[in-house]
């Protein structure tokens, strides 16, 4: 018994490091993005590994990778900014969904075209986007 409550403690999965990431969201303008999530993926990794934290009124996040702002791993990662907190989109309520005010392109991380670099230490970042174009 002694040796299986060994094993137990022995094979724990440890999550690998992470630091702390936190920062804004601003338009052109300077403007600030005060609803959202912003999310970032880990580019130099053979497996997906992402951080994502909610944006506040205040156009504040951090992020967190395995845990509530636990922060993000080190290397490049590329971003995406989703705005504003909605599931849907609208075509199901229509009128009642708020439309949204950022560009749709930084919803996707192929077509942001923003990458940061999450140094070994901690990272205060800042993220500037742009509007949506009037249709």
């Given at each position: 018994?002694?040796?299986g409550c060994l094993m137990l403690l022995g094979?724990?999965?440890?999550?690998?490091?992470?630091?702390p990431v936190s920062g804004t969201v601003k338009y052109p303008d300077g403007k600030l993005l005060t609803d959202g999530t912003v999310e970032f993926e880990l580019i130099s990794s053979d497996e997906t590994i992402s951080a994502s934290g909610v944006i506040d009124a205040d156009g504040h996040f951090e992020l967190g990778t395995f845990d509530s702002n636990d922060g993000a791993r080190p290397g490049k990662h590329r971003v995406a900014v989703f705005?504003?907190?909605v599931i849907g989109s609208g075509y199901e309520r229509p009128g009642l969904i708020e439309k949204s005010t950022l560009d749709p392109r930084f919803s996707d991380f192929r077509s942001s075209g923003i990458e940061i670099e999450v140094r070994e230490e901690s990272n205060e970042v800042t993220i500037e986007v742009d509007y949506a174009t009037e249709e």
């Open positions: 018994m002694a040796f094979c724990g999965a440890k999550n690998p490091p992470t630091y705005a504003p907190n």
